[in-house]
């Protein structure tokens, strides 16, 4: 019994070496991450924008000579210098829309027109909402005061969602030159991407994971993010040089609209008619309207050349992941979100598919 005893002491010996090891290493991994959590969406975004833009330095290489350094600094500052403009007029458009609607309701000229008669007879909401709507057009103070915890909480969320916009666009700026860094050292970084996966995946099958990775990556950031970010700056420019009230919220709508895969129409058409509405037909309204419509169908001509050269994402992963990106982490999260689920999506149906093979194979 003696030796068995031994053997069974050695045993938990080694087990519990495991367990405090696998203890350190958890409680290591939960540090790095608590510290690296504030950097997450930024390094992604700077990540993602790496691999989406490495292709133009590598098609520069050649006239511009080798040195990946120098052709990477030029792509960010030619970047930062196009995107620079039109990023601060629709800043600027947004804040003077918050500003213009906050001196509206503050000077009391705003009036609320009465509910139609038929609104009543809706079911269920009709009367409570005729009699909202009545007191609104009649007694806007009033029916404010009984409001006003509610209207507080809508009204901090809306400015901490603006201010949660103009930071998006300045980390937007900062991920660009992040991104020139990793550019400036991209084949170091695909060899790391391809260990990595090799080392998780196996090293048959770990090429063919970051392959899978960049696919997807460069597939939906060009495809879906990057159409509708050129179809917001084009139909926002127009709407701010026209003068459009709320030009910039509209651009925004623009852009959600464009990675949700809708139509731009649903906000040019309505746009187009307030402004013949108001200003009447003339050459300025007939060209600033064959303009924007023709912004707004920009995708149509992009999304061919752009879209489907990598990988297939069904629309609606595309939907939550701008959705669900916008919720967690605001407006970078709209660009983020798209692509980590596509990513996700695309590695979990290569597992699916990736049967093992009979004889006891074993897959990722």
Same mark, same amino acid.
């Given at each position: 019994? %003696?030796?068995?005893?031994?053997? %069974? ?52 290489? &050649? ?26 007029? +629709? ?6 829309s918050v500003e213009h609607s906050m001196s509206v309701v503050k000077d009391g000229v705003f009036h609320i027109p009465p509910p139609a008669e038929s609104i009543a007879d809706w079911p269920l ?12 057009? !009649? ?17 901090? !969320?809306?400015?901490?969602?603006? =201010? ?10 900062? =991920?660009?030159?992040? =991104? ?7 084949? %170091? ?20 994971? @970051?392959?899978?990775? !960049? ?5 939906? @950031? ?12 084009? /139909? ?8 459009? *009230? ?7 709508? /623009? ?7 809708? *139509?731009?129409?649903?906000? !040019? +058409? ?18 600033? =309207? ?9 995708d149509n001509v992009l999304k061919p050349l752009l879209l489907g050269r990598g990988v297939d994402v069904p629309m609606p992963v595309v939907l939550i992941g701008a959705l669900g990106g916008m /919720? ?15 990513? &996700?999506?695309?590695?979990?149906w290569q597992w699916v598919q990736d049967r093992p093979q009979e004889g006891g194979g074993q897959s990722l």
């Amino acid at each position: 019994m %003696e030796p068995t005893s031994l053997s %069974e002491k050695a045993l938990t010996r080694t087990l519990l070496d495991v367990l405090i090891r696998a203890g350190l290493i958890a409680v290591l991994v939960l540090f790095c991450f608590e510290i690296f959590a504030p950097f997450r969406d930024l390094m992604l975004w700077s990540l993602i924008l790496a691999i989406t833009l490495y292709p133009l330095l590598e098609r520069l290489k &050649g006239p511009l000579g080798q040195k990946e350094g120098r052709i990477a600094t030029l792509i960010i500052v030619l970047a930062i210098l196009i995107l620079m403009v039109p990023i601060y007029l +629709l800043g600027t458009s947004i804040a003077d829309s918050v500003e213009h609607s906050m001196s509206v309701v503050k000077d009391g000229v705003f009036h609320i027109p009465p509910p139609a008669e038929s609104i009543a007879d809706w079911p269920l909401v009709g009367k409570p909402l005729s009699a909202v709507w009545l007191q609104a057009s !009649t007694d806007l103070p009033g029916l404010t005061e009984m409001y006003i915890p509610q209207i507080k909480h809508i009204s901090l !969320t809306l400015l901490s969602k603006l =201010a949660g916009v103009g930071m998006g666009f300045l980390m937007f700026i900062i =991920a660009l030159i992040i =991104a020139g860094i990793f550019m400036a050292y991209g084949k %170091e970084g695909s060899r790391s991407a391809i260990q990595i996966a090799s080392r998780v995946g196996g090293p048959a099958k770990g090429p063919k994971i @970051a392959a899978l990775c !960049t696919a997807t990556i460069r597939a939906v @950031a060009l495809g879906v993010v990057g159409i509708a970010f050129i179809q917001m700056l084009l /139909v926002g420019l127009g709407f701010v040089f026209k003068g459009v *009230p709320g030009a910039g919220l509209l651009a925004l709508a /623009v852009l959600l609209l464009g990675i949700m895969q809708l *139509p731009a129409t649903l906000i !040019t +058409l309505p746009v187009i008619a307030f402004v013949f509405a108001t200003e009447g037909a003339n050459t300025a309204t007939i060209v600033f =309207a064959i303009y924007v419509f023709v912004a707004g169908l920009v995708d149509n001509v992009l999304k061919p050349l752009l879209l489907g050269r990598g990988v297939d994402v069904p629309m609606p992963v595309v939907l939550i992941g701008a959705l669900g990106g916008m /919720v967690t982490s605001g407006i970078i999260g709209l660009f983020i979100g798209p692509v980590v689920l596509a990513v &996700g999506y695309q590695l979990f149906w290569q597992w699916v598919q990736d049967r093992p093979q009979e004889g006891g194979g074993q897959s990722l």
